[in-house]
Nanobody, 126 residues
Framework: QVQLVESGGGLVQTGGSLRLSCTASALTISYYGMGWFRQAPGKEREFVAAIRWSGDTSYYADSVKGRFTISRDNAKNTVYLQMNSLAPQDTAVYYC???????????????????WGQGTQVTVSS
């Protein structure tokens, strides 16, 4: 049974940092592109960052470029999202996702992904 489990969320002050982790079970992430999405209260889920299965290319939403970094450790079957210079508008539930092996398309789109974690809450206070 495939499971993606996020951790590392919490409460942080404006300007602070958090590192989110996503660990996979029954899925070897070296075969998959991995992404992070987030959903703020009352809003639709939006793309945050993604990294190719090869690890050679990463992608970021304009809203997080220069502040967030996605990385992967295939040996630990884990993908990370390092979040720096956090602001209140970053408050959201953050979701980890793995791509579909049979699909193609933009990493920015939810349809590219087959597996999703349960989410972890990030709250940024002033």
């Amino acid at each position: 049974q495939v499971q993606l489990v996020e951790s590392g969320g919490g409460l942080v002050q404006t300007g602070g940092s958090l590192r989110l982790s996503c660990t996979a079970s029954a899925l070897t992430i070296s075969y998959y592109g991995m992404g992070w999405f987030r959903q703020a209260p009352g809003k639709e889920r939006e793309f945050v960052a993604a990294i190719r299965w090869s690890g050679d290319t990463s992608y970021y939403a304009d809203s997080v470029k220069g502040r967030f970094t996605i990385s992967r450790d295939n040996a630990k079957n884990t993908v990370y999202l390092q979040m720096n210079s956090l602001a209140p508008q970053d408050t959201a539930v953050y979701y980890c996702a793995a791509t579909s092996l049979s699909a193609s398309g933009s990493y920015f789109l939810e349809t590219r992904y087959a597996f999703w974690g349960q989410g972890t809450q990030v709250t940024v206070s002033s």
